[in-house]
């Protein structure tokens, strides 16, 4: 049984500092593409990072210089640092796996506001 489960969503402030952590279990996770999705009310859910097996990584442009993906294959688990927060930022953020299927996990809610 395949399961992805979030941490360390919660409330930041403006200009602040949040980690979100993903903690995989059921995958071959060194094997898997990991990534943060995020979707704010009202809208689509979109991709925020991701990072392949190779450890290259990917970012949307809003969020790029202020966040950071990582992954810990012998903790089975990604990270997302998020620095610099914005009120924007604000969202409910999942974690993504993907290889030949695609998993995700049950999100964590992300509230940034002063």
């Known amino acids: 049984q395949v399961q992805l489960v979030e941490s360390g969503g919660g409330l930041g402030q403006p200009g602040g500092s949040l980690r979100l952590s993903c903690a995989a279990s059921g995958i071959t996770f060194e094997l898997y593409e990991m990534g943060w999705y995020r979707q704010a009310p009202g809208k689509q859910r979109d991709v925020v990072a991701a990072?392949?097996?190779?450890?290259?990584?990917n970012y949307a442009d809003s969020v790029k210089g202020r966040f950071t993906i990582s992954r810990d294959n012998a903790k089975n688990t990604v990270y997302l640092q998020m620095n610099s927060l914005k009120p924007d930022d604000t969202a409910v953020y999942y974690c993504h796996a993907e290889r030949y299927y695609t998993y995700w996990g049950q999100g964590t809610q992300v509230i940034v506001s002063s």
């Open positions: 990072i392949r097996s190779d450890g290259s990584t």
